[in-house]
């Protein structure tokens, strides 16, 4: 257990040793090597005899070994290390070290990659672990940690760090202990909360406050999202000659929610001296990030995706994980603010849940309604994995449909909750149901069941309430001996339309679908002349879930574009007992509440509002965390509207001196038309003189000469 950090279990406290296939010297076999050792059948007693020496040496030296709990030791000595308080490194790192014969017979074979493989199982997929311990460059130094896998424990050097052989430095006795000032006095402590300022104390072992004194303070360290890049920390450098000091320590947001403290260190040194044996000391503490703040989801991942308001729907053993593997159980996430979150706490209460048929004896009291079946946490990827029943469903047993709710928390915050049905075996509905004025109608679509006699949709037993659909046994199980009646349907679509719903007085409406049907898996086989039949006949086996219908929300206004009065309209079809609605106008000045009720008209005068655009939220809000909203919005610009007008009057002035004017052009062409017919008529007449001229001037021509 790290108990400089979250608290979470992590990796086995011998997981380097018992992950890390290596070669063992056997001077009293024969002195060779012997290959491929490695397991916690290794690790085990080789680090517990590790230990029994270190404590050996620790009750020569004090009377006592003096250890407690040895888990902060084996990080603080090594972390210590890393920060420069000694410079020897009390572990064997692991490295590759190849045989010099194929069967490692002249030197030791070392395997660090079999190591690391060993980590890609369960980076980061590893339950509860924190996010700086899947690596090997954490904060705690470079390389994992002893308990994430450093090495062996190299003991003539860890006995030297340990009892204090090591100049100016034990652990068992220290020459400086840092002590935190309460308003009860001094405590000692493990974990500090980021951006707050604490006051410490530096003590002599004989309890007197230390003079001149270094503190290097370090904190700020984090891994970013995926685990494999590190955010550097601060490292503070404070000087003190009363022994006391005070300290803020830093914290870096990760990309992801985390959920785990970071690592903090002081390192105190004396500021007399500057050799090896100079008195220094080193405490380590976890800092825990600030209280966040937003909204916490929970969500259920299932065959039609994440499922986080309403019902989840899960098969028993048909479920994956995100690479594929097959699990017993299904994956759900915690997010803050769209974040994954680590180290979220998820509870499991039951509602119909049945422990019968794994155990007898288990008193029902135990998985009552209302009664909490399982704790979990998130892990890195903010998701989890909860009880199914699955392993007797892998084994065919008839177990009904179990329902549990789930909900979690992270630092004070809650999340939604989420009703889930785990379906047998992998039998799925799929429902797309919808109210329609005064009914409830489109489909229920069913799938991977066996085999199905008849399906119930409805939400109350009066006409029009309800609908059954039959399919009959058309032929016998076709398993070895068997007599079971089937339909042979396993999955359909049924057209839904249900009426007569109840008043809004009368609560939410739940449409509750359940299909039955007969499974037989049984089958036998024969041996030399023996058979073996092996029943397994779940008749009925019934398949259920309840889906809770949200109120339709409808809004509208009287127009697009406004100047002066806005009317707003609003309507929650069957909203549902005790249902609120609430009508809220958000526009450039914020947002106003204009209207409250299930239905009814809000009336806004826009002329002295911003110009601007405007939204209209209509929201209904019922029992059992249903609700539904509906948008609309409006455009004011009062400017725009007076513009419009007066353009408008100038179109229609201008339109009517265009008509005056075409009047006049046509009276125009009148007066031209009758002048070019007077034109016509004088050229005429002219034309007719000449003639008569040309006629007098023939005349008088032949008159004269006739005269001559």
């Given at each position: 257990?790290?108990?400089?950090?979250a608290?979470?279990?992590?990796?086995?406290?011998?997981?380097?040793?018992a992950?890390?296939?290596?070669?063992?010297y056997?001077?009293?076999?024969?002195?060779?090597?012997?290959?491929?050792?490695g397991?916690t059948?290794?690790?085990?007693p080789?680090?517990?005899?590790?230990?029994?020496?270190?404590?050996?040496q620790?009750?020569?030296?004090?009377?006592?070994?003096?250890?407690?709990d040895i888990n902060?030791?084996?990080?603080?000595?090594h972390?210590?290390?890393?920060?420069?308080l000694?410079?020897?490194?009390?572990?064997?790192?692991?490295?590759?070290?190849?045989?010099?014969?194929?069967?490692?017979?002249?030197?030791?074979?070392?395997?660090?990659?079999?190591?690391?493989?060993?980590l890609?199982y369960?980076?980061p997929?590893?339950?509860?672990?924190?996010?700086?311990?899947?690596?090997l460059?954490?904060?705690?130094g470079?390389g994992?940690?002893?308990?994430?896998g450093?090495?062996?424990?190299?003991?003539?050097?860890?006995?030297?760090?340990?009892?204090?052989?090591?100049?100016?430095?034990?652990?068992?006795?220290?020459?400086?202990v840092?002590a935190?000032?309460?308003s009860?006095?001094?405590s000692?402590?493990t974990?500090?909360?980021?951006?707050?300022t604490?006051?410490?104390e530096?003590?002599?072992p004989n309890?007197?406050?230390?003079?001149?004194l270094?503190?290097t303070?370090y904190?700020g360290?984090?891994?970013?999202?995926?685990?494999?890049?590190?955010?550097?920390g601060t490292?503070?450098?404070?000087t003190?000659s009363?022994?006391?000091?005070?300290?803020?320590?830093?914290?870096?947001?990760p990309?992801?929610?985390?959920?785990?403290?970071e690592?903090g260190?002081?390192?105190v040194?004396?500021?007399?001296?500057?050799?090896?044996?100079?008195?220094?000391?080193?405490?380590?503490?976890?800092?825990?990030?600030?209280?966040?703040?937003?909204r916490?989801?929970?969500?259920?991942?299932?065959?039609?995706?994440?499922?986080?308001?309403?019902?989840?729907?899960?098969?028993?053993?048909?479920?994956f994980?995100?690479?594929?593997?097959?699990?017993?159980?299904?994956?759900g996430?915690?997010m803050?603010?769209?974040h994954?979150?680590?180290?979220?706490?998820i509870?499991?209460?039951?509602e119909?849940v049945?422990?019968?048929?794994?155990?007898?004896?288990?008193?029902?009291s135990?998985?009552?309604?209302?009664?909490?079946?399982?704790?979990?946490?998130?892990d890195?990827r903010?998701?989890?994995?909860?009880?199914?029943?699955a392993?007797?469903a892998?084994?065919?047993?008839?177990?009904p449909?179990?329902?549990?709710?789930?909900?979690?928390?992270?630092?004070?915050?809650?999340?939604n909750?989420?009703?889930?049905?785990?379906?047998?075996?992998?039998?799925?509905?799929?429902q797309?149901?919808?109210?329609s004025?005064?009914?409830?109608?489109?489909?229920?679509?069913?799938?991977?069941?066996?085999y199905?006699?008849?399906?119930?949709?409805?939400?109350?037993?009066?006409?029009?309430q309800y609908?059954?659909t039959?399919?009959?046994?058309?032929?016998?199980?076709?398993?070895?001996?068997?007599?079971?009646p089937?339909?042979?349907?396993?999955q359909?679509?049924?057209p839904?339309?249900?009426?007569?719903?109840?008043?809004?007085?009368?609560?939410p409406?739940?449409?509750?679908?359940?299909?039955?049907?007969?499974?037989?898996?049984?089958?036998?086989?024969?041996?030399?002349?023996?058979?073996?039949?092996?029943?397994?006949?779940?008749?009925?086996?019934?398949?259920?879930?309840?889906?809770?219908?949200?109120?339709?929300?409808?809004?509208s206004?009287?127009?697009?574009l406004?100047q002066?009065?806005?009317?707003i309209t609003?309507?929650?079809?069957?909203?549902?007992?005790?249902?609120?609605?609430?009508?809220?106008?958000?526009?450039?000045t914020g947002t106003?509440q204009?209207?409250?009720?299930?239905?009814?008209?809000?009336?806004?005068?826009?002329?002295?509002l911003?110009?601007?655009?405007?939204?209209?939220?209509?929201?209904?809000q019922a029992?059992?965390?249903?609700?539904?909203s509906a948008?609309?919005a409006?455009?004011?610009?009062?400017?725009?509207?007076?513009?419009?007008?007066?353009?408008q009057?100038?179109?229609?002035?201008t339109?009517q001196?265009?008509?005056?004017t075409q009047?006049?052009?046509?009276?125009?062409?009148?007066?031209?038309?009758?002048a070019?017919?007077t034109i016509?008529?004088?050229?005429?007449?002219v034309?007719?003189?000449q003639?008569?001229?040309?006629q007098?001037?023939?005349?008088i021509?032949s008159?004269?000469?006739?005269?001559?």
């Amino acid at each position: 257990m790290d108990t400089y950090e979250a608290g979470a279990m992590i990796e086995p406290v011998v997981s380097g040793p018992a992950d890390f296939e290596m070669t063992i010297y056997f001077p009293s076999f024969g002195s060779t090597w012997q290959l491929f050792y490695g397991g916690t059948s290794f690790a085990t007693p080789i680090t517990a005899a590790e230990w029994a020496l270190v404590e050996q040496q620790a009750q020569y030296a004090f009377g006592s070994a003096k250890f407690g709990d040895i888990n902060p030791i084996l990080f603080s000595v090594h972390n210590s290390y890393q920060a420069g308080l000694t410079t020897v490194n009390p572990y064997w790192a692991m490295q590759n070290v190849f045989p010099q014969s194929l069967f490692g017979s002249a030197a030791p074979e070392n395997y660090f990659d079999a190591y690391l493989q060993g980590l890609e199982y369960s980076y980061p997929n590893d339950q509860n672990m924190l996010a700086w311990m899947f690596t090997l460059q954490n904060p705690q130094g470079m390389g994992r940690s002893f308990l994430g896998g450093l090495g062996l424990v190299l003991t003539d050097k860890m006995d030297q760090a340990v009892i204090g052989a090591l100049p100016g430095f034990s652990y068992v006795q220290p020459s400086y202990v840092v002590a935190l000032v309460t308003s009860n006095g001094l405590s000692p402590f493990t974990t500090l909360t980021a951006g707050q300022t604490y006051k410490f104390e530096v003590l002599l072992p004989n309890g007197n406050l230390a003079q001149n004194l270094v503190i290097t303070a370090y904190s700020g360290g984090a891994y970013t999202e995926n685990g494999m890049s590190y955010i550097s920390g601060t490292a503070t450098k404070i000087t003190t000659s009363n022994g006391t000091f005070t300290y803020t320590p830093l914290w870096t947001s990760p990309s992801v929610n985390s959920g785990s403290d970071e690592y903090g260190y002081f390192l105190v040194t004396s500021a007399a001296g500057s050799g090896v044996s100079t008195p220094r000391s080193f405490a380590q503490f976890a800092v825990s990030e600030p209280q966040p703040s937003g909204r916490l989801t929970l969500g259920i991942e299932t065959p039609y995706g994440l499922v986080t308001e309403g019902p989840a729907q899960i098969p028993m053993f048909t479920q994956f994980d995100a690479q594929g593997f097959y699990t017993l159980g299904s994956t759900g996430v915690v997010m803050l603010n769209g974040h994954p979150v680590a180290g979220a706490t998820i509870t499991q209460v039951a509602e119909q849940v049945n422990f019968s048929i794994e155990d007898l004896t288990l008193p029902p009291s135990t998985y009552a309604p209302g009664v909490t079946i399982g704790t979990w946490l998130s892990d890195l990827r903010g998701q989890f994995n909860v009880w199914t029943n699955a392993f007797v469903a892998e084994n065919n047993g008839p177990v009904p449909t179990q329902i549990f709710v789930l909900q979690a928390t992270y630092h004070g915050l809650t999340s939604n909750k989420i009703v889930v049905f785990v379906e047998p075996q992998s039998g799925l509905f799929f429902q797309n149901l919808h109210i329609s004025g005064n009914s409830i109608v489109r489909k229920v679509t069913f799938t991977d069941m066996r085999y199905v006699s008849n399906v119930t949709i409805g939400f109350g037993t009066a006409p029009g309430q309800y609908q059954l659909t039959s399919y009959p046994s058309l032929m016998t199980d076709p398993n070895f001996g068997s007599t079971l009646p089937i339909s042979g349907v396993y999955q359909d679509t049924i057209p839904v339309s249900l009426t007569n719903l109840p008043s809004p007085s009368s609560g939410p409406i739940v449409v509750n679908i359940a299909a039955v049907g007969a499974n037989d898996e049984s089958f036998s086989f024969c041996y030399f002349g023996f058979c073996f039949t092996f029943p397994d006949v779940s008749s009925p086996i019934v398949w259920e879930i309840s889906v809770p219908l949200d109120p339709v929300a409808q809004v509208s206004v009287s127009s697009g574009l406004s100047q002066g009065t806005e009317q707003i309209t609003y309507q929650g079809l069957w909203a549902g007992s005790n249902a609120t609605g609430s009508v809220y106008l958000t526009g450039p000045t914020g947002t106003q509440q204009l209207a409250s009720g299930v239905s009814g008209t809000a009336s806004i005068n826009t002329a002295n509002l911003p110009d601007g655009v405007y939204l209209v939220n209509y929201t209904v809000q019922a029992p059992g965390d249903l609700g539904s909203s509906a948008i609309t919005a409006f455009v004011v610009d009062n400017n725009l509207v007076s513009q419009v007008n007066s353009l408008q009057q100038q179109l229609s002035s201008t339109q009517q001196q265009l008509s005056s004017t075409q009047q006049q052009v046509s009276s125009l062409q009148s007066q031209l038309t009758a002048a070019q017919n007077t034109i016509n008529s004088l050229n005429s007449t002219v034309q007719s003189l000449q003639n008569e001229k040309a006629q007098l001037l023939s005349q008088i021509s032949s008159l004269q000469s006739q005269l001559q």
